[in-house]
């Protein structure tokens, strides 16, 4: 009933910065329905993460430890778009970026577990040089 596609990855220097685009299509009921949306990332050889996530309807964000002050996630409902701005990037921020979304309430201590995220995108791959 709903998809999300990722754009924007790409190669950038250490320092640089890079924004994240995921679009959400499919009947429109199920999108508005959407609860919440984040982006997950996974570096080879490691588990996937959560990295920041959105309260679709308040507006509230969550940031993991290692990219508060440094990414910002934001949403334009108009256009059903997330995006994930980061700046001052750093080669241990490299890996592919999905993005998520579910129609759930869930608590503030599951944001970050993939289970709770009914939709995902391909991925876009992030890669940084020192």
């Known amino acids: 009933q709903v998809q999300v596609a990722e754009s924007g990855g790409g190669s950038v220097q250490a320092g640089g910065s890079l924004r994240l685009s995921c679009a959400a299509s499919?009947?429109?009921?199920?999108?508005?329905?959407?609860?919440?949306m984040g982006w997950f990332r996974q570096a080879p050889g490691k588990e996937r993460e959560g990295v920041a996530t959105?309260?679709?309807?308040?507006?509230?964000?969550y940031y993991h430890d290692s990219v508060k002050g440094r990414f910002t996630i934001s949403q334009d409902n108009a256009k059903n778009t997330l995006y994930l701005q980061m700046d001052s990037l750093k080669p241990e921020d490299a890996a592919m970026y999905y993005c998520?979304?579910?129609?759930?309430?869930?608590?503030?201590?599951?944001?970050?577990?993939?289970?709770?995220?009914?939709?995902w995108g391909q991925g876009t791959q992030v890669t940084v040089s020192s």
């Open positions: 998520a979304a579910d129609y759930r309430s869930t608590t503030p201590a599951r944001l970050f577990a993939e289970e709770e995220y009914n939709y």
């Open positions: 499919g009947v429109t009921y199920a999108i508005h329905a959407i609860q919440r």
């Open positions: 959105i309260i679709t309807g308040g507006g509230i964000t």
